[in-house]
């Protein structure tokens, strides 16, 4: 418990330095990153004794998960069996028929038209200034900002921004910063239960620390994010005045169209940015088998990072025999995708509570191909933010920093759960 309660503040001092220490000569950033402390330490409290809390988050993900079911049905009308429908062939074994562009990503193009037919009938801006309200006066952030942090334990880090796409172009770079970041922090409900389903018999309420992982991660980025932001002087973190853009959309069935036809763009951006960011990867490997193989296997940028993520997996209080394993974990999170790491998790024979830790470091889109994902896609949304691609690799360390705060917070909480 107390390397983790260690490893905690060693996440924010990590923060502080990346940031360039200005938030030591300006006081009113420390303003969300105490606030935003206290309010972690008893969401988390409230969170593990009041059950009916994470039945009302399960409830949530479920009507999130509804919007992918629909979305499927779109593909398989579309593509067929690529899309999802019943394959007309056997799958060989330890093969899988999902096609991610096919299946999972089209779920931008209905949030798309979604958030524009509720913007258009009014029903989303009065929900989105309750939200938001609330983030601006604990977290002194944009409206804006608040809406898509709550929306962002949810969906994915381009449907959340995209559900206040006529929003975006009116933020400051510390906005931008901010939602960059939540979407390295967590992941999408459409993929939770994919990543529970690979833990089952591992660890006991997958599902539940799952999602428990999303919604501490989001306020876990607005502490980690005031002490990083780049800015030069208190007024670069003050809140823009916000105000309703006028909307683009002149009647149902226009807003209807140009929904679609947003998600259908930004999708496409996805599939470009994401076919060309795993190449990229893969050559990298290729020219690090060019070198001596080491303890028999060859280097690859996964295994690197494994490496370097082992001070991590200690300071997470870990069983010491499974430190090693944990760590190559998230070198894998790191250097390819999430989806696999969790069946990595799975295959790693570690002690149950080990890989109830090891999930609050996981679950997040934290790796080199979602860097293009989310430039590609966000970039889409909002063209007009020529800042997206310089603050992308800086958020990328925040989102990780930030999913470092709460894997080490649950760390604590959990092991005090033990001794209780």
Not at 157 to 164: D, Y
Not at 254 to 282: E, P, Q, R, Y
Not at 337 to 359: P, R
Request: aromatic share 10%.
């Amino acid at each position: 418990m107390l390397r983790s309660l260690v490893g905690y503040f060693a996440m924010l001092a990590c923060a502080f330095v990346l940031g360039g220490c200005t938030a030591l000569r300006e006081r009113t950033r420390w303003q969300p990153v105490l606030y935003g402390i206290i309010f972690q330490i008893v969401l988390i409290f409230v969170l593990m004794k009041f059950p009916i809390c994470i039945s009302g988050v399960e409830y949530i993900a479920g009507g999130i998960m509804k919007l992918k079911d629909a979305t499927l049905e779109g593909t398989k009308f579309v593509f067929g069996y690529i899309g999802g429908d019943v394959l007309p062939f056997d799958v060989a074994d330890g093969r899988s028929p999902f096609v991610f562009a096919f299946q999972a990503l089209p779920t931008v193009i209905i949030t798309g038209a979604l958030a524009a037919i509720l913007t258009y009938l009014k029903i989303f801006p009065i929900i989105a200034k309750a939200i938001g309200y609330a983030f601006k006066k604990v977290f002194r952030v944009n409206e804006t900002v608040g809406i898509i942090t709550a929306a962002k334990i949810f969906v994915g880090q381009i449907e959340a921004p995209l559900l206040v796409k006529h929003r975006l172009p009116s933020l400051r770079e510390n906005d931008m910063f901010i939602i960059l970041a939540l979407a390295f922090a967590t992941t999408s409900a459409a993929t939770m239960p994919i990543y529970a389903g690979a833990l089952d018999g591992i660890c006991q309420d997958a599902m539940k620390h799952i999602l428990m992982s999303s919604v501490v991660s989001v306020i876990s980025v607005h502490i980690i994010c005031p002490l990083m932001m780049h800015g030069n002087g208190t007024d670069d973190i003050k809140t823009a005045v916000d105000h309703e853009p006028e909307l683009p959309y002149s009647s149902f069935m226009g807003a209807m169209s140009k929904g679609i036809s947003d998600g259908a763009f930004v999708w496409w951006c996805i599939v470009g940015s994401l076919v060309g960011t795993v190449a990229l990867i893969a050559l990298i490997n290729y020219l690090l088998g060019l070198f001596p193989d080491v303890g028999g296997e060859s280097i690859t940028l996964q295994k690197i990072f494994g490496v370097c993520m082992y001070p991590f997996a200690w300071l997470l209080d870990v069983a010491p025999k499974d430190v090693m394993s944990v760590s190559q974990v998230l070198g894998t999170k790191t250097a390819v995708n999430e989806l696999v790491a969790f069946f990595d998790l799975a295959k790693a024979n570690l002690d149950s509570g080990s890989a109830t830790k090891a999930i609050y470091a996981l679950n997040n889109y934290g790796n080199f191909a979602c860097i293009g994902i989310t430039i590609g896609g966000i970039s889409a949304l909002v063209p007009s933010q020529k800042c997206i691609a310089s603050l992308a690799w800086k958020a990328f360390w925040a989102g990780l920093l930030a999913t470092g705060l709460t894997a080490m917070i649950m760390s604590v909480f959990l092991d005090c759960l033990e001794l209780v």
